[in-house]
């Protein structure tokens, strides 16, 4: 069974860095569609950032965090990175890694696509 795990959250200042890492136990890393969610007190789970598989990579990002945050992924590593640059408030969150395991396109947004989720890590900007 597939199974993910977070790192890299912490407490930052405005306008400071973070890199979240996501290990994952599947065997065939490569094939598996990736993406970030995140989870702010008393909100819904929001899309961040996702990234394809098959070797192409195409990344996808909501637009709060275009231009700030980058995606990534290693299949060497069985990881997946979200580099978060000029933190902001409204960044505060709990994110979660999550995957679809089941090498096909999906409607990276929605959630509901994801079949295996990390525990979250929290991520808290404030001055």
């Known amino acids: 069974q597939v199974q993910l795990l977070e790192s890299g959250g912490g407490l930052v200042q405005p306008g400071d860095s973070l890199n979240l890492s996501c290990v994952t136990t599947?065997?065939?890393?490569?094939?598996?569609?990736m993406g970030w969610f995140r989870q702010a007190p008393g909100k819904e789970r929001e899309f961040v950032a996702a990234?394809?598989?098959?070797?192409?990579?195409?990344?996808y990002y909501t637009h709060s965090v275009k231009g700030r945050f980058t995606i990534s992924r290693d299949n060497a590593k069985n990881t997946v990175y979200l580099q978060m640059n000029s933190l902001k408030p409204e960044d505060t969150a709990v994110y979660y890694c999550?995957?679809?395991?089941?090498?096909?396109?999906?409607?990276?947004?929605?959630?509901?696509?994801?079949?295996?989720w990390g525990q979250g890590t929290q991520v808290v900007v404030s001055s």
């Open positions: 999550a995957a679809q395991v089941v090498p096909v396109e999906i409607h990276y947004a929605d959630p509901g696509e994801y079949n295996v």
């Open positions: 599947g065997r065939t890393f490569s094939s598996y569609y």
């Open positions: 990234i394809s598989w098959g070797g192409g990579d195409t990344t």
